[in-house]
């Protein structure tokens, strides 16, 4: 019952944590969610594995309840597998990420601890740890970030400015940082009467001004008027809104079809220069001269548009560029596949256990991963391409940016989420890369979120989940690069220096 008593903050914060991602109203507590985790890290004395366990509780809450919305792919009965194999999956699939992502939540916590007794240098390092360890978990095959603590905040543009400095990765370390000030700004008993004394005062005050300071900072930010490079380009995005878990059935491809070209011809009236369509929207091979590649073809003709479109090509997930009267076609193969969803990891060891998902209707499953491609050519300037879970790794908008892409395109599935709050964390991940490049995002969902974003991270319309529709704005092309794009990996070397230099002072 004890050790049960020891681990309720990390329980608490991280149910708090959690709940701070099932609604963009909600997200503001993440700067008081991690306060009960801090406040039991800094003042009880605990071993290094009760430190690493104290850590990893937090995380296995926080994380599962993010990872809850796998279960919105329950029973996954378009696979023909019965409801207790996919209830088994999906529990295991959740346990596993969790578990990822929750072990570097006990490193973090483990090291935090390591750095008693002094609770500034505690702060600073929780912020340093924090965001080495956000970082490590987008490595390995099953590198995942769309939990970071600083994306739940993408529907406060001023709160997350500073993101076009030092990236997502600085968002969260203010998070630790205003949470973990506010832990010290509390009394070490609440049996006795409080009596703050000038040190707690000290650390509410940093807290405030930390906070204070973002929000002014990234206010005026705001205020301040973008710089365009080229005239802005009209582009029209098609949001289906039709489910992908009939996707083998020939009479609903057949649906598809027409539904994505009567949008398209819709969309057409208002003579957009680009028509963006989701990921694989009709999930079929393209093949040169087939039905889908007409079809494209004489809607690029009709519509005088250039279309972006989500399709399968050749077992890669793609996206091509179809240009009104040309035979010449581009594509941008995805280069980070989204693991047991289109790639069997540690495929050797597990193929014994899971080879359902390699047989039958699970030919998605065993998909190619591309390799870096040039950006495709439109009438917005060179445009980088992320493809639904490539969104979510800085690196990839950052390398296509850098290579000369002037906006950018996420053409997504996230129908297997619908009515899950993974939909608004995957459209705040196109939010962070907006900001961080200083581009504008064109986002195509076939279910939704559909959004255009501008180059502050500001959302400037979007298609509701679980809708069907059309969402015309303009995207400014951008040439200047942001400090971020420049120096990317620069919060987390700044980090690592700022951590070792904690540590040698722990030592004096």
């Known amino acids: 019952m004890k050790s049960i008593r020891s681990l309720s903050p990390a329980i608490l914060s991280?149910?708090?944590?959690?709940?701070?991602?099932?609604?963009?109203?909600?997200?503001?507590?993440?700067?008081i969610a991690l306060v009960p985790f801090f406040y039991s890290l800094f003042r009880q004395t605990r071993s290094r594995r009760q430190t690493w366990i104290y850590g990893f509780c937090f995380g296995m809450v926080y994380y599962g309840i993010y990872f809850s919305a796998l279960w919105g792919l329950y029973p996954m009965d378009w696979l023909d597998i019965s409801t207790a194999v996919?209830?088994?999956?999906?529990?295991?699939?959740?346990?596993?990420?969790?578990?990822?992502l929750a072990?570097?939540?006990?490193?973090?916590?483990?090291?935090?601890?390591?750095?008693?007794?002094?609770?500034?240098?505690q702060c600073l390092g929780a912020a340093c740890v924090w965001t080495l360890a956000e970082f490590c978990q987008s490595l390995s095959p099953l590198g995942f970030t769309g939990a970071h603590l600083g994306v739940s905040l993408y529907a406060y543009p001023a709160m997350i400015q500073g993101a076009s400095l030092l990236g997502a990765l600085w968002v969260s370390a203010l998070i630790i940082l205003v949470n973990s000030f506010l832990?010290?700004?509390?009394?070490?008993?609440?049996?006795?009467?409080?009596?703050?004394?000038?040190?707690?005062?000290?650390?509410?005050?940093?807290?405030?001004?930390f906070f204070s300071g973002n929000l002014l900072a990234g206010g005026l930010r705001l205020s301040l008027p973008s710089e365009r490079s080229e005239a802005p380009v009209t582009a029209a995005i098609i949001q289906g809104g039709l489910p992908s878990t009939r996707k083998w059935d020939g009479d609903y491809l057949e649906f598809c079809r027409r539904h994505y070209e009567a949008l398209t011809l819709e969309a057409g009236s208002s003579q957009p220069a680009l028509i963006i369509w989701p990921e694989t929207a009709v999930p079929v091979q393209w093949t040169a001269n087939s039905r889908l590649d007409?079809?494209?073809?004489?809607?690029?003709?009709?519509?005088?548009?250039?279309?972006?479109?989500?399709?399968?090509?050749?077992?890669?997930n793609s996206i091509i560029l179809i240009k009104p009267e040309q035979s010449i076609m581009q594509l941008y193969h995805k280069q980070r596949l989204a693991p047991f969803g289109e790639f069997l990891p540690f495929k050797k060891y597990l193929k014994p256990f899971l080879s359902w998902l390699e047989g039958g209707k699970a030919q998605y499953f065993t998909l190619q991963a591309g390799s870096a491609m040039p950006l495709l050519q439109t009438d917005a300037g060179p445009v980088g391409s992320l493809i639904c879970f490539e969104a979510m790794f800085f690196d990839l908008a950052r390398s296509q940016v850098l290579a000369g892409a002037e906006s950018l395109v996420v053409s997504t599935n996230?129908?297997?989420f619908d009515g899950t709050a993974l939909q608004s964390s995957l459209l705040g991940q196109s939010v962070f890369r907006a900001l961080e490049n200083g581009?504008?995002?064109?986002?195509?969902?076939?279910?939704?979120?559909?959004?255009?974003?501008?180059?502050?991270?500001?959302?400037?319309c979007l298609q509701p989940a679980q809708s069907s529709g059309i969402l015309t704005g303009s995207i400014a092309p951008q040439r200047q690069l942001t400090f971020f794009t420049k120096h990317g990996y620069g919060m987390i070397a700044g980090s690592l220096i700022l951590f070792l230099i904690l540590s040698i002072l722990k030592k004096r």
């Open 294 to 316: 007409q079809m494209l073809r004489n809607l690029a003709d009709t519509t005088q548009a250039q279309i972006l479109a989500g399709i399968f090509y050749e077992n890669h």
């Open 183 to 209: 832990a010290c700004a509390l009394p070490s008993s609440f049996r006795k009467p409080f009596r703050p004394y000038p040190g707690q005062r000290l650390y509410l005050m940093l807290a405030v001004l």
């Open 103 to 121: 072990f570097w939540a006990g490193f973090a916590a483990l090291l935090i601890g390591w750095l008693q007794p002094n609770l500034f240098r």
């Open 14 to 31: 991280g149910m708090l944590a959690g709940l701070a991602w099932q609604h963009s109203s909600l997200a503001l507590l993440m700067w």
């Open 86 to 100: 996919s209830f088994w999956t999906l529990l295991s699939g959740m346990i596993l990420f969790s578990s990822i």
């Open 439 to 460: 581009r504008y995002v064109a986002r195509a969902s076939s279910t939704g979120i559909s959004a255009l974003i501008d180059d502050r991270g500001r959302i400037l």
């Open 414 to 416: 996230d129908s297997w």
